[in-house]
């Protein structure tokens, strides 16, 4: 794929490491951006909309969409179904925003392999796996098996950081919100093969 100006931010991290939090922290101070809103089959918590957070859809939609190649990537996580739906991301790219996407490590290793030249990653985590099972269980949006199931999935998670342009600790949240502004604002400098390759041979052209 070549698109001509945008550039894409990956989050990713545990539920509960903050990640939320910390977009909408800086969202007015990046510049224009693109949200990605996944699809997911997962049920809806309370408290969500359709179409803000993810776009709810059945499994045999989640399926269709699949067959009909409509995501860049897409995996299954916690039991449930989650994608990337390439149109709107194309879109974004070409009218040169930045796009957020908040998607787990094996989203992150399928964008790579596609927008590889033009993405940025970031892993957030929170300061321990002790202080992340408090947020889940303060937050109370999950059952206690559900909870079990992110906190194993987070130590898996964790394993592959190094898979990352970077990581912040979500300790400190101004700080790590300050670290993501900048991230963010660098991102937008990666320049596609596509750019490259014209770069280079426009001094080729060069008597
Ligand atoms: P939650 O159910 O808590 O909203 O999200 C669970 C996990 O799914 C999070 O790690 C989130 O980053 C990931 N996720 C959300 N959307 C996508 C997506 O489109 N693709 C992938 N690969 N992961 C996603």
């Known amino acids: 794929m070549s698109f001509v100006n945008g550039a894409v931010l990956v989050l990713s991290g545990p539920s509960g490491a903050g990640k939320s939090s910390l977009i909408n922290k800086i969202k007015n101070d990046i510049g224009e951006y693109y949200f990605s809103i996944s699809t997911t089959t997962r049920p809806m918590r309370e408290g969500e909309t359709d179409g803000v957070e993810y776009h709810f859809v059945s499994m045999e ?37 930045l796009i957020l996407c908040d998607i787990d490590v094996q989203g992150n290793s399928a964008i790579n392999n596609r927008l590889g030249d033009i993405t940025t990653s970031v892993f957030i985590s929170p300061p321990s796996l002790s202080e992340l099972k408090s947020r889940l269980i303060n937050r109370a ?12 999935m987070a130590k898996r998670e964790i394993q592959r950081v190094s898979e990352y342009d970077f990581l912040i600790i979500n300790d400190d949240f101004v700080e790590a919100a300050d670290k993501l502004r900048q991230i963010a604002l660098t991102a937008r400098f990666k320049k596609s093969d596509d750019q490259i390759n014209t770069f280079i041979q426009s001094w080729e052209n060069l008597e």
Do not use: W
């Open 141 to 152: 949006t999950d059952e206690k098996n559900v909870i079990d199931a992110r906190l194993k």
């Open 61 to 97: 939609e989640f399926k269709k969409d699949m067959e009909n190649d409509f995501f860049l990537e897409h995996a299954l996580v916690h039991g449930n179904y989650y994608g990337t739906s390439i149109k709107p991301i194309r879109k974004a790219l070409e009218e040169g925003k």
